[in-house]
């Protein structure tokens, strides 16, 4: 049996899209009347006369896709199937499985944002022509990356970073003892600790090494590569599956975070 024929098929697919979109009861997306007629396809609102479908009126609109196929494409990134095998389990071409993870990828909510506070490890990851500055919130889900084009950090990315993302003194930050962060807590009133690597310590920076070992994995499996356009998406994308996992437990999970009425 084919993973095609697992999927469920489109007039549950539509049932599932109608209860995200309008609940217990249709209505008209445009002037909310509720005298709806149906058709094979798509609806029709006998009080502004307008036609209308489950994609129209959200950002499926334009799609060329059956559904099942869109929902198997989002079954594969919610999952995290590696692109290529995405593309054969689908049956579609690489540009379309880049184009689709892209689309799913700009509509995941945006966090509310929290400044981390209490032991807060950081740490910075290089790649070729770009840097990132991360800092984790220890034991916790919470963590946040910045993206720098540039290959190297200095004390002011550093100090930026604090100043937006870290609670004054209610932080203790753990690093590794880099020059960047030195006598830093007479920059941003937090206390300081650090590794000393020629004693072998390394706890100070082991959870968010962790996350840049998680991160090089999830692009190298998933994506197969990164280019510095694309760093800040996948960057994004992989902070969110760390910090809100519930999202991806699912394509009925994802859409009931994502999808809503766009009737304009």
């Known amino acids: 049996m084919s993973i095609l024929q697992l999927t469920p098929n ?101 966090p509310e944002f929290e400044r981390l506070s209490g032991i807060i490890q950081m740490d910075e990851m290089f790649k070729k022509e770009a840097m990132i500055i991360g ?12 993206p720098h084009n540039k290959i190297a950090a200095d004390r002011k990315d550093v100090v930026n970073f604090l100043e937006q993302y870290v609670t004054p003194y209610k932080s203790e930050l753990w690093t590794d003892g880099a020059s960047i962060y030195k006598g830093i807590q007479n920059y941003w009133p937090v206390w300081h600790t650090k590794d000393i690597h020629n004693k072998f310590e390394f706890s100070h920076t082991s959870e968010i090494e962790g996350i840049w070992a998680n991160f090089r994995t999830f692009i190298r499996r998933m994506y197969h590569h990164i280019t510095n356009a694309k760093l800040p998406e996948y960057l994004y994308e992989f902070c969110m599956r760390f910090s809100s996992p519930e999202i991806f437990d699912s394509p009925f999970s994802y859409l009931e975070k994502t999808l809503c009425l766009v009737s304009s």
């Open 10 to 110: 489109e007039p549950k697919i539509k049932r599932v899209l109608k209860k995200i979109l309008f609940g217990k009861h249709l209505f008209c997306p445009y002037c909310r009347g509720k005298r709806i007629k149906a058709y094979e396809k798509r609806y029709h609102c006998r009080r502004c006369r307008k036609f209308f479908s489950l994609t129209s009126v959200s950002w499926l609109k334009g799609s060329k896709l059956p559904l099942q196929i869109i929902w198997l494409l989002l079954y594969c990134y919610t999952k995290k199937i590696p692109i290529l095998q995405t593309q054969d389990l689908c049956g579609v071409t690489e540009p379309t499985v880049r184009r689709w993870f892209d689309s799913f990828r700009e509509r995941l909510p945006e």
């Open 135 to 146: 800092a984790k919130q220890k034991g916790t889900k919470k963590v946040i990356c910045v």
